[in-house]
């Protein structure tokens, strides 16, 4: 049976190391890396994930993501699960949050 794009997409976020699914009062499924939430689903087909500015302006700019309804200032975008290219696509801004997150959390170790 081939798995819906939501559950390849959860797949996916599991298998990077250190991501925990947690209880978030926003969304029935939400990621985090440490207490940072990368990533939370609405549903079965919309996903938002937390990126870099940069990163967030350049999604926006080659329209694989949606600006995000409440909270643009923060980095988030939105993303549609509709086809296997915006899976594709989803994909690939997740690995860039989550390595954004561990670019962090090894920043502030070395500060520290």
Same mark, same amino acid.
């Given at each position: 049976?081939?798995?819906?794009?939501?559950? =390849?997409?959860?797949?996916f976020?599991?298998?990077?190391?250190?991501?925990?699914?947690?209880?978030?009062?926003?969304?029935?499924?939400? %990621?985090?890396?440490?207490?940072?939430?990368?990533?939370?689903?609405?549903?079965?087909r919309?996903?938002?994930?937390?990126?870099?500015?940069?990163?967030?302006?350049?999604?926006?700019?080659?329209?694989?993501?949606?600006?995000?309804? %409440?909270?643009? =200032?923060a980095?988030?975008?939105?993303?549609?699960?509709?086809?296997?290219? =915006?899976?594709?696509?989803?994909?690939?801004?997740?690995?860039?949050?989550y390595?954004?997150?561990?670019?962090?959390?090894?920043?502030?170790?070395?500060?520290?």
């Open positions: 049976m081939d798995l819906s794009l939501k559950e =390849q997409i959860s797949s976020i599991r298998s990077l190391p250190n991501v925990e699914r947690k209880h978030d009062p926003m969304s029935e499924e939400a %990621y985090f890396y440490g207490l940072r939430n990368l990533a939370h689903f609405h549903g079965p919309h996903i938002d994930i937390r990126l870099s500015k940069p990163q967030q302006e350049e999604a926006l700019r080659r329209h694989t993501a949606i600006e995000h309804q %409440y909270a643009p =200032q980095g988030w975008v939105s993303c549609i699960l509709e086809t296997e290219e =915006q899976g594709e696509n989803t994909k690939r801004l997740l690995k860039e949050a390595d954004t997150c561990v670019s962090l959390k090894t920043s502030h170790k070395l500060a520290n």
